[in-house]
């Protein structure tokens, strides 16, 4: 079973329900975590490369250094992450391991599960519709088109505060 772990609220459910479903039919659990630019919030991490005058001007290479040192951070907390998520389900008593890579999330975790034979995804959505879907994309609408096995959503649960 491959579940798809990202940074937003959501994933501590969609980690507990793939938890859930491994122990009950007795699967083992492949994390995965892709790391992309789309994944940073802070929109000044992106590298603006449209700029006028030499493209190796020392603004733009000392922005793509930053960039790169951000997402090397990125990855350094993400993996201490998936860790401990892999110590989490272990002591649950499920077989689990992780893997983290950069690239295309829904496009990625389709790969993934070709390549490790997955019968099942266990993917978050985080409630897009209309509009919203339309231009921000949804992972979890092109996992479930594209994937070589079945697809389990775990819905984004309505905030309490």
Avoid at 72 to 94: C, D, F, I, N, P
Avoid at 111 to 127: F, P
Avoid at 129 to 156: D, Q, W
Wanted: charged share 20%; glycine share 6%.
């Amino acid at each position: 079973m491959i579940v798809a772990i990202d940074r937003s609220t959501a994933s501590k459910d969609v980690f507990e329900t793939a938890v859930y479903l491994a122990k009950t039919t007795g699967a083992s659990l492949m994390l995965l975590h892709v790391l992309s630019d789309q994944e940073n919030d802070d929109s000044s991490s992106s590298i603006d490369l449209k700029r006028e005058g030499n493209p190796l001007d020392s603004s733009i290479l000392e922005a793509y250094d930053q960039h790169w040192q951000e997402l090397e951070r990125q990855q350094q907390q993400r993996l201490k992450v998936m860790r401990s998520l892999v110590k989490e389900a272990t002591a649950a008593g499920v077989n689990a391991e992780f893997t983290q890579t950069l690239g295309d999330r829904g496009e990625t975790i389709c790969n993934l599960a070709q390549t490790w034979s997955a019968d099942l995804i266990v993917v978050g959505s985080r409630g897009l519709t209309g509009i919203k879907e339309m231009f921000l994309g949804s992972v979890s609408n092109y996992v479930t088109h594209h994937a070589p096995c079945s697809v389990f959503i775990v819905l984004k649960t309505a905030d309490t505060n």
